[in-house]
């Protein structure tokens, strides 16, 4: 499928260009997060995309997480570890405020569910999900406070060092394009984006789609 208005092939590569120009980064790069595969910054962004999906700023989200690592709960024996207060606190500093209470809470309970289910390696959902990012969505959606939209955030990100679920895009990246003008079909974008990775071209269709003035600015 296709938006309606799409331009020229040329002027679409200059449009997805623009967007990356201007929105070329990860979520996990904002707040931080040296995404590797290995433990600690996948579960790291495991809870960025826990904070991320409540109705917030993504500014203050980042923020919140940003001040939970320098806290020291960066893997979920610290989390869990760390006190309820605890983690309020840090939530508070980074301006995360109105949900800051439920979300200490699901961050604990999450932390808690990670060491049992997964011995706090987020790689061995992904094995039990044999890499298929539909199973891996719906095992992240067992996660407290990760429901779809917070799944397909952690999806967004992680194919940056797991190739094997991309390229994923999801509902929110794919509302981004159509309000740039740009066609709805993944293949097509990677085609647009020439060598961007499709976490960087996802992310940035995402802020396209969440702010207005990113689009109008395009």
């Known amino acids: 499928m296709t938006a309606r208005g799409d331009g020229p092939r040329d002027g679409g590569k200059a449009l997805v260009k623009a967007l990356l120009d201007a929105e070329g980064r990860t979520y996990a790069e904002e707040a931080g997060i040296r995404l590797r595969d290995t433990p600690q910054p996948l579960y790291e962004l495991l809870v960025l995309a826990v904070l991320l999906s409540a109705p917030i700023r993504g500014s203050a989200a980042v ?102 679920v991309g390229p994923y895009f999801g509902d929110k990246a794919l509302d981004g394009a159509r309000r740039l003008g740009l066609p709805d079909d993944p293949d097509e974008l990677l085609r647009l984006a020439g060598k961007a990775e499709p976490a960087v071209l996802s992310a940035a269709l995402v802020r396209a789609s969440l702010d207005k003035r990113t689009a109008d600015d395009l």
């Open 63 to 164: 923020g919140a997480a940003r001040e939970l690592f320098d806290a020291g709960m960066r893997d979920p024996r610290r989390m869990a570890g760390a006190t309820w207060q605890e983690r309020v606190d840090a939530l508070g500093r980074g301006g995360y405020r109105r949900y800051d209470e439920s979300t200490a809470t699901r961050l604990g309970d999450g932390a808690r569910l990670v060491q049992r289910d997964y011995g706090g390696d987020l790689r061995r959902m992904r094995d039990e999900a044999g890499g298929d990012a539909q199973a891996l969505a719906k095992s992240l959606q067992k996660v407290p406070g990760l429901g779809p939209t917070g799944a397909a955030i952690f999806l967004r990100e992680v194919q940056r060092v797991w190739p094997g």
